[in-house]
């Protein structure tokens, strides 16, 4: 009888932890799963800070490749389940509202940066300039949500001073291919 | 030969139906703000663009919006402004909004009731973005000219038609047009920093009345006010409303 009264007070003693325990809230969680291939890209520009002012401190040429300044002009979303995709952007120069022949008073060029999430969930991010293009494959990730980019002017205090007052505008290209 | 050539187009057939392709394009915009008078302040300006539900600039000489067929008795986002610029006081921007009527020439006009409501959504000044939900806005920014950096401490004020608003909360204004209302409705809002601001840096009085930039949004919302009881009173056809924006400030 001894022995039974202690065994029992061992299991109750071990249940209390567990009774202890209170359970949270249920939080829905979606599974998501994917017949076939399926892709999903889309592109968001942040109309509320545009335009912005060439000369505001937050778009000041930033020369160090290494670290991200700008002004946060938009996101993207870029999601796939198969082996094969490309998203290459490019941009051209802003340039000054009707301007036939580009020149250093009517255009300047402009820093782009775009953050995206590696195979290992390291957030990294490329750049280019008007000149340029930004490449994302399969081997940069398959996962980008809300992914950020940034905007900053690739000029001089002075080389800006230069341009000539006005609204000014310049296309950014996201070109997505799945299966190249 | 033959049967390498057939393979071959099927190969291709399979890669191309294969291979997709999305091109996205979208605009980005910026200002310089220049400078006629000599000093190195800029002018005062302000600017305007009205984008459509897909957030594409629409001309400023009169791009159509269509309205969906959902919209009857349910608001829908039809449009959205940006009204920019570098004012540091007293810049407004207007709404003229007119019936909706048949297009049809000739024959009864008939007027489709209709409420359109503009909605100030948030301000962005320098860096910031404060959204029209609090009950005051308040902040600091600076403006570099000539080498000088001011300082700004302001209080955000904003007036519909000419009333104060005392808090952001109602920073909207609604107009209907009821059957047979034929009167056409302005919606004015005026942003002023300057009242309860102080400017530091320089020396004497600060009197350039410019500032950091700022960008001020909104929307418009548009519903249909006719009843699924009552669409058959209503002409068969196409109603349009003719809505100008204004600005001033420049």
């Not at chain 1, 359970?23 to 999903?40: D, F, I, P, W």
């Not at chain 2, 000219?145 to 007036?159: C, L, N, P, S, W």
Request: charged share 20%.
């Amino acid at each position: 009888m001894k022995r039974i009264l202690i065994l029992l007070l061992i299991s109750i003693s071990l249940c209390f932890p567990l009774m202890a325990g209170t359970y949270s809230e249920a939080h829905g969680q979606y599974l998501m799963g994917y017949v076939n291939s399926s892709t999903q890209f889309d592109v968001e520009l942040f109309e509320d800070v545009l335009p912005f002012n060439l000369e505001e401190t937050l778009v000041k040429q930033n020369n160090d490749l290494s670290v991200v300044l700008g002004l946060r002009v938009g996101v993207y979303t870029l999601v796939v389940n198969t082996n094969n995709y490309s998203l290459t952007v490019t941009h051209d120069k802003l340039v000054k509202d009707g301007t036939v022949s580009q020149g250093p008073t009517n255009s300047v060029d402009y820093r782009f940066d775009l953050f995206y999430t590696d195979l290992l969930e390291v957030e990294r991010f490329k750049t280019c300039f008007y000149d340029d293009s930004i490449v994302l494959t399969q081997d940069d990730g398959i996962s980008m949500t809300n992914k950020s980019f940034y905007v900053s002017i690739n000029a001089t205090d002075a080389e800006i001073d230069l341009l000539e007052g006005g609204n000014y505008s310049s296309t950014i290209s996201f070109n997505f291919e799945v299966g190249v | 030969m033959k049967k390498l050539v057939i393979i071959l187009f099927i190969i291709l057939l399979f890669s191309l139906s294969f291979l997709s392709a999305t091109l996205v394009e979208k605009t980005l915009t910026a200002i310089k703000y220049g400078s006629t008078s000599g000093t190195e302040f800029p002018d005062p300006n302000t600017s305007i663009r009205i984008l459509n539900s897909s957030s594409v600039q629409l001309s400023l000489t009169g791009d159509g919006l269509e309205i969906p067929i959902y919209a009857r008795e349910n608001s829908y986002k039809s449009f959205t402004w940006s009204f920019s610029g570098n004012k540091y006081n007293d810049s407004l921007i207007a709404f003229r909004a007119y019936p909706m009527q048949t297009e049809t020439l000739g024959g009864t006009i008939v007027y489709l009731p209709y409420t359109i409501k503009f909605q100030c959504e948030n301000t962005k000044v320098g860096n910031t973005i404060t959204s029209y939900k609090g009950s005051s806005y308040v902040g600091t920014t600076e403006f570099e000219a000539g080498g000088t950096v001011y300082e700004f401490q302001y209080a955000d004020r904003i007036k519909i038609n000419n009333v104060e608003k005392s808090s952001f909360a109602s920073s909207y204004e609604t107009v209907s047009f009821l059957i047979g209302d034929t009167t056409t409705k302005e919606t004015s809002f005026n942003y002023n920093m300057n009242e309860g601001s102080t400017v530091s840096g320089g020396t004497g009085p600060y009197t350039a009345g410019v500032c950091n930039q700022w960008n001020r949004n909104g929307y418009a919302m548009v519903s249909v006010d006719v009843s699924e009881e009552n669409i058959d009173d209503f002409t068969s056809g196409r109603y349009s409303a003719q809505i100008v924006v204004e600005i001033e400030g420049t």
